[in-house]
C-alpha cells in the first residue's frame, strides 16, 4: 500500500498567527454583535419614548387643540361668552376651579372627550383644574378684577353698592361699565363685557348683588356669602311658595261661597264640562255655544 502522505508540522509562528487570526474574527464577530443589539436598544427605546411620553412640542399641540375645543364647547354653551359657559356648565358656586368628578360629569352631559392629564396635570394637582390654567387671560382678568375690589372698596358688597348709585339692586351692563370706569378700574370695553356676563350666568341682562360674590378676594369670606346667599334663596322661594298656596285657598273657599264646586275643567272650554257632569245640560249647552271654538 502506498504509504500515507505526512503532512509538515506547524511551526511555532504559524500557529500563533492562526490563533490570533481566530481571535480577530471573534473579536468583530463579538463587536458586530454588540454593536447590533444597541442600535436595537436604541430604536426600541425611541419608539417606546414616542408611545408613552411624547415630545413637548407634541404635548404642547395636543393641550392647545384640547383646550381649543373645551373652549368653544364652554362658548357655545354660555350664550357666546366662554366666562359664562364656564360658571354655567363647570364652576356654579364661582370658585374658579372645578374637580375631576364634576368635569367627568360635565364631560359625559355634553358628550366631549379631551384629554384630562394634560389639562389636570399643569401644576402637578390632578384632581382639580383651575380657570387659569383653562384659559390664562380668563384668569388674569377676574384676578385684576378682584385686587381692584379689594384694594378700592374691600368687599363686593360695598363695591356693589357704590356701582348701584339708584339703589335699585341691579346693575345693567351699560351702569355696570359706567361705574367700573368711573372708580378707576382700567379694562377694555371687551373685557368689561366679559366681567358682566361673568356674573350674569343666567343671561337675564342685570346682575344683583349675590351675582358678584366670586369676586371676592378672600376665600373663607366668598364661602360664608355665597351660603348665607343660598339660604336667602331658599327663604325667599319658601315665603313665595307659601304666599301662592295662601292665594290658592282663598280663591278655592271664594268659589265654595258661590254654590260651585271646584272640579276639574276641560282643557279646551273651561265653562261646560262640570255642568253637563251634574245633570244641568241645557245651561252647559247654552254655555258652550257661547264660549268660543277651541275643541
Same mark, same amino acid.
Given at each position: 500500500?502506498?504509504?500515507?502522505?505526512?503532512l509538515?508540522?506547524?511551526?511555532?509562528?504559524?500557529?500563533?498567527?492562526?490563533?490570533?487570526?481566530e481571535?480577530?474574527?471573534?473579536?468583530? =464577530?463579538?463587536?458586530?454583535?454588540?454593536?447590533?443589539s444597541?442600535?436595537?436598544?436604541?430604536?426600541?427605546?425611541t419608539?417606546?419614548?414616542?408611545?408613552?411620553?411624547p415630545?413637548?412640542?407634541? !404635548?404642547?399641540?395636543i393641550?392647545?387643540?384640547n383646550?381649543?375645543?373645551?373652549?368653544?364647547?364652554?362658548?357655545?354653551?354660555?350664550?357666546?361668552?366662554?366666562l359664562?359657559?364656564?360658571?354655567?356648565?363647570?364652576?356654579?358656586?364661582? !370658585?374658579?376651579?372645578?374637580? *375631576?368628578?364634576?368635569?367627568a360629569?360635565?364631560?359625559?352631559r355634553?358628550? *366631549?372627550?379631551?384629554?384630562?392629564?394634560?389639562?389636570?396635570?399643569?401644576d402637578?394637582?390632578h384632581s382639580?383644574?383651575?380657570?387659569?390654567?383653562?384659559?390664562?387671560?380668563?384668569?388674569?382678568?377676574?384676578?385684576?378684577?378682584?385686587?381692584?375690589i379689594?384694594?378700592?372698596?374691600?368687599?363686593?358688597?360695598?363695591?356693589?353698592?357704590?356701582?348701584d348709585s339708584?339703589?335699585?339692586? =341691579?346693575?345693567?351692563?351699560?351702569? *355696570?361699565?359706567?361705574?367700573c370706569?368711573?372708580?378707576?378700574?382700567?379694562?377694555?370695553?371687551?373685557? *368689561?363685557?366679559?366681567?358682566?356676563?361673568c356674573a350674569?350666568?343666567?343671561n337675564v341682562?342685570?346682575? @344683583?348683588?349675590?351675582?358678584?360674590?366670586?369676586?371676592?378676594l378672600?376665600?373663607e369670606v366668598?364661602?360664608? =356669602?355665597?351660603?348665607?346667599?343660598?339660604?336667602?334663596?331658599?327663604?325667599?322661594?319658601?315665603?313665595?311658595?307659601?304666599?301662592?298656596?295662601?292665594?290658592?285657598? =282663598?280663591?278655592?273657599? @271664594?268659589?265654595?261661597r258661590?254654590?260651585?264646586?271646584?272640579l276639574?275643567?276641560?282643557?279646551?272650554?273651561?265653562?261646560?264640562?262640570p255642568l253637563?257632569?251634574?245633570?244641568?245640560?241645557?245651561?252647559?249647552?247654552?254655555?258652550?255655544?257661547?264660549?268660543?271654538s277651541l275643541?
Amino acid at each position: 500500500r502506498c504509504p500515507k502522505r505526512l503532512l509538515p508540522m506547524p511551526t511555532a509562528n504559524a500557529a500563533s498567527d492562526i490563533m490570533a487570526e481566530e481571535v480577530e474574527e471573534e473579536a468583530d =464577530k463579538s463587536g458586530e454583535d454588540r454593536s447590533t443589539s444597541k442600535r436595537e436598544h436604541l430604536r426600541m427605546k425611541t419608539m417606546r419614548s414616542e408611545v408613552v411620553e411624547p415630545t413637548s412640542k407634541v !404635548k404642547q399641540r395636543i393641550l392647545k387643540e384640547n383646550r381649543d375645543l373645551l373652549k368653544n364647547i364652554l362658548t357655545t354653551r354660555g350664550d357666546g361668552c366662554f366666562l359664562r359657559g364656564w360658571r354655567r356648565e363647570l364652576d356654579h358656586q364661582g !370658585k374658579l376651579e372645578v374637580d *375631576f368628578q364634576d368635569f367627568a360629569k360635565c364631560a359625559r352631559r355634553l358628550h *366631549f372627550e379631551v384629554n384630562t392629564d394634560l389639562l389636570f396635570g399643569l401644576d402637578d394637582d390632578h384632581s382639580t383644574m383651575t380657570l387659569e390654567e383653562l384659559s390664562p387671560q380668563g384668569g388674569l382678568l377676574l384676578d385684576r378684577a378682584k385686587w381692584w375690589i379689594q384694594d378700592k372698596f374691600g368687599s363686593t358688597q360695598d363695591m356693589f353698592r357704590a356701582l348701584d348709585s339708584e339703589n335699585s339692586g =341691579k346693575l345693567t351692563l351699560e351702569a *355696570f361699565m359706567k361705574g367700573c370706569e368711573t372708580f378707576g378700574l382700567e379694562v377694555s370695553e371687551e373685557e *368689561f363685557h366679559k366681567l358682566f356676563h361673568c356674573a350674569d350666568v343666567g343671561n337675564v341682562g342685570f346682575i @344683583q348683588e349675590d351675582d358678584v360674590i366670586f369676586l371676592e378676594l378672600d376665600v373663607e369670606v366668598r364661602a360664608n =356669602k355665597a351660603y348665607q346667599a343660598r339660604v336667602c334663596r331658599m327663604d325667599r322661594w319658601k315665603y313665595l311658595a307659601a304666599h301662592e298656596f295662601m292665594e290658592h285657598i =282663598k280663591r278655592h273657599k @271664594q268659589v265654595q261661597r258661590g254654590g260651585r264646586r271646584a272640579l276639574p275643567r276641560c282643557p279646551a272650554c273651561l265653562s261646560w264640562w262640570p255642568l253637563q257632569r251634574h245633570g244641568r245640560p241645557r245651561q252647559a249647552w247654552r254655555l258652550r255655544s257661547e264660549a268660543p271654538s277651541l275643541l
